[in-house]
């Protein structure tokens, strides 16, 4: 069975133009196998590319933390505050560099991403060499900036490509990159650390982690697409069907500029202010995990050594528990009901963290916490490309979600002070406590929007998820017709 489109295919050399593209539309038929076996190519190179540059990433900013458990700082005098402070900077940098998101929809993608890899990951190379608070101070300053410029972007990246009912997947494949990072991170720390090597073990840590991002960068200048139609890694064909796709995706808006009318739209727009207050939630408790739960885990009644060890199967079970979640959210075509309940699972494992004494329970805490947060945050950044109708806006979109939302690892980096160990029952009460409020602001949000599709069914009739009006430049999900993903 094909795809019902006019059977007036020409052939096209290399990858496409920007107006064939928008002309794919109407050029190009092609079967239901044929747009499986594409897409399966596809979700290869774009999310394995992408969410190895993401692991790699995500190993560079946290592993600090791993770094911190193995003597950093000892011999300077590095105090709990001071290391709280280390943590927070990388933090204000990531808020202040969301606005790059929208250069994603105006840059040559392959040279921008590359060229922000290398920043991140020399920088983080560099740490190795770091004898001051000073020094690390403005290292994680740049390290924050290079990597604002890459994470946030790519959840406005692949809407680009997939449909609504197709991103949770791929997004949550690309975001749990970041526990499959940790889990590594943790038994990489826990073999370099013991290693009889020349230099320091926390010293080596951040040579042997931060090498492959730049290996990876040379990687995404030479296969990084910089839109539909334009994948090296495709043949002529399966570029005219991917084009295709992508405008049936989410119309047409494939030029490389800004609309400035969306951008502002997204300023208004409450879905993007409750949506932001989610994710500021979760990063309240997730941005804690990878700096701090080497200690937590420590400070349990396990030795530093087995501590970095026992970091890893959290994260590994988060990591299993994001891909099936953001899965099922795409197969319902929901996110509001599995945000709300992993929140709450977060929250249950932040309280046993807080009031348990028992080792074996306490450990299982870290477990809830982890498959909680993790999953909880990707399905969160899905929504909110879910319901901007233009690129612009998602971009905008974006910014507002990560400029508030990031601030919530500020907090988190400031809520587990050594003093406060071994249970640290503030910082694991307020972690709880978000988490809750997570929850309750997810359902408050689902049934917002539930409302409003009403509204508009009453209104201008009947429609469903999958309308999506080619031209979105201008009007974006104010249409009649667009309905929001609840």
Not at 104 to 119: E, M, Q, R, T, Y
Not at 181 to 202: E, H, P, R
């Amino acid at each position: 069975m094909s795809t019902t489109v006019p059977e007036t295919e020409k052939p096209v050399q290399g990858v496409l133009e920007v107006e064939d593209v928008k002309q794919s539309l109407n050029t190009i038929s092609y079967t239901k196998e044929e747009e499986r076996r594409t897409l399966r190519k596809l979700d290869f190179w774009l999310v394995g590319l992408l969410g190895s540059l993401y692991l790699v990433s995500y190993i560079d900013r946290s592993n600090i933390g791993n770094a911190y458990t193995a003597g950093m700082g000892k011999t300077w005098g590095i105090t709990s505050n001071d290391y709280s402070w280390i943590i927070t900077m990388y933090y204000i940098t990531y808020i202040l560099g969301q606005p790059l998101i929208l250069l994603w929809k105006v840059v040559n993608l392959p040279v921008f991403v590359s060229c922000i890899a290398v920043g991140w990951g020399a920088m983080s190379m560099i740490q190795a060499a770091a004898n001051s608070f000073a020094g690390l101070m403005v290292l994680r300053f740049l390290i924050g900036v290079f990597e604002a410029g890459f994470g946030p972007g790519v959840a406005l990246y692949y809407s680009f490509w997939y449909h609504r009912h197709e991103q949770g997947l791929r997004y949550g494949l690309w975001i749990s990159f970041s526990a499959l990072a940790s889990c590594f991170a943790s038994a990489l720390a826990y073999g370099l650390v013991q290693a009889k090597a020349a230099i320091a073990g926390w010293k080596l840590l951040f040579i042997v982690e931060g090498a492959p991002t730049l290996l990876l960068a040379v990687v995404a200048y030479f296969l990084l697409p910089n839109g539909p139609g334009q994948c090296r890694f495709l043949n002529d064909r399966e570029n005219q069907i991917v084009a295709s796709r992508a405008i049936r995706a989410r119309g047409d808006d494939s030029e490389k500029r800004l609309n400035f009318r969306q951008v502002g739209s997204a300023f208004y727009d409450y879905k993007n202010y409750l949506q932001a207050a989610i994710v500021f939630c979760l990063n309240t408790a997730f941005g804690s995990l990878p700096a701090f739960l080497p200690t937590i885990i420590e400070d349990i009644g396990f030795t530093s050594i087995k501590a970095q060890g026992l970091s890893a199967p959290p994260y590994l079970a988060a990591w299993v528990v994001c891909i099936a979640a953001s899965f099922a959210s795409d197969r319902l075509r929901n996110r509001g009901i599995f945000i709300t309940i992993l929140c709450l699972t977060g929250g249950v494992g932040y309280v046993l963290l807080a009031t348990v004494d028992t080792v074996g329970v306490r450990y299982f805490g870290c477990f809830l916490a982890c498959i909680g947060c993790f999953p909880a945050v990707a399905i969160t950044f899905t929504w909110v490309t879910d319901n901007q109708g233009s690129a612009s806006k998602r971009g905008a979109g974006l910014a507002i979600f990560g400029m508030i939302g990031q601030c919530g690892p500020i907090l988190g980096s400031r809520i587990f002070p050594t003093s406060d160990g071994p249970k640290y029952v503030k910082g694991m009460s307020i972690c709880a406590g978000v988490l809750f409020g997570a929850a309750l602001i997810a359902v408050i949000l689902s049934l917002c929007l539930f409302l409003q599709n009403r509204a508009r069914d009453k209104k201008h009739g009947k429609s469903s998820l999958d309308h999506i009006p080619v031209d979105v430049t201008d009007i974006g999900d104010d249409h009649p017709m667009y309905r929001y993903v609840l």
